[in-house]
């Protein structure tokens, strides 16, 4: 096992788990005078994991 690869993959999860999280409740995100739109949550949650399943992978070999 690879620990640090291990540990990346782990924050990939847990990333992707907030923006589920997110789209799942609907909250709003406001950075100052702007919305955050919900698409952004969508891809961050196929990117992370993608990522995050790519790294698993590496860390077994």
Known sequence: MKPF???AALL????AAAH???AYMGWAI????????MWVS?????V?????????REARS
């Open 12 to 15: 990939f999860l847990l990333v």
């Open 30 to 37: 406001v950075a100052g005078p702007y919305d955050v739109p």
């Open 48 to 56: 992370p994991l993608i990522l995050a399943i790519m790294l698993f």
């Open 42 to 46: 969508y891809g961050g949650v196929i």
């Open 20 to 22: 589920a999280c997110r």
């Open 5 to 7: 690869t291990t540990i």
